[in-house]
Nanobody, 120 residues
């Protein structure tokens, strides 16, 4: 089994920073891509950022220049550094990863989500 566990969410003032972490564990053979999604109340889940195994990164336009995705391959962990936070960044943030495990071929796994609340 593979598990993703997020941490680092919470309340923050507008203009502040938070760092989210997501650790993947279990019978992992390889991780191809790790993602951060978010879902605000009444809105669809959106892809915020992604990082491939070759460290290629992509961001949604609304967070470019403010958020940075990074990974620690040795720890199977992905981070999302969020700076200059705005009220519209308030959402539940979900980690996802495309993983090949000992019991499965490539499969997308999801974490349980962590709440980020930005107050203005």
């Amino acid at each position: 089994q593979v598990q993703l566990v997020e941490s680092g969410g919470g309340p923050v003032q507008a203009g502040g920073s938070l760092r989210l972490s997501c650790a993947a564990s279990g019978s992992i053979i390889s991780i191809k891509t790790m993602y951060w999604y978010r879902q605000a109340p009444g809105k669809l889940r959106e892809l915020v950022a992604s990082i491939d195994s070759d460290r290629t990164t992509n961001y949604v336009n609304s967070v470019k220049g403010r958020f940075t995705i990074s990974e620690d391959n040795a720890k199977n962990t992905v981070y999302l550094q969020m700076n200059s936070l705005k009220a519209e960044d308030t959402a539940v943030y979900y980690c996802s990863a495309l993983i090949r495990s000992r019991t499965s071929t490539w499969e997308n796994y999801w974490g349980q989500g962590t709440q980020v609340t930005v107050s203005s």
